[in-house]
């Protein structure tokens, strides 16, 4: 599921180099210009992989977490985390054809 609202934040500070310094310094005062829900918010105040992961691009997550310092060895780590807890596909039988 997608989360508007976050991902246009994402994007609106990958694209934009001033509004991303006023983030870093600030991230409430920028947030409150979003429509972001206060669980989003928490996610992102505490840079919780696992809640932001599943609601955006993996490119603007990824470019959102290395430019909050985020290193991308505990950023892969976390989402890892998110995989294991994925629950697992059952594998499909092949088709027999002939």
Do not use: C
Request: charged letters at 25%; aromatic letters at 10%.
């Amino acid at each position: 599921m997608t989360d508007y609202w976050l991902s246009k934040l994402l994007f609106d500070l990958q694209s934009t180099p001033a509004l991303m310094a006023e983030y870093k310094k600030d991230r409430k005062a920028v947030m409150a210009r979003y429509t972001l829900s206060a669980e989003a918010q928490a996610a992102l105040l505490a840079d919780e992989v696992v809640f932001i992961a599943p609601r955006v691009n993996p490119y603007l997550l990824r470019f959102y977490f290395s430019a909050t310092g985020m290193k991308d060895a505990d950023l892969i780590a976390k989402l890892r985390t998110l995989q294991e807890a994925a629950p697992k596909e059952t594998p499909r039988k092949e088709a027999a054809h002939g």
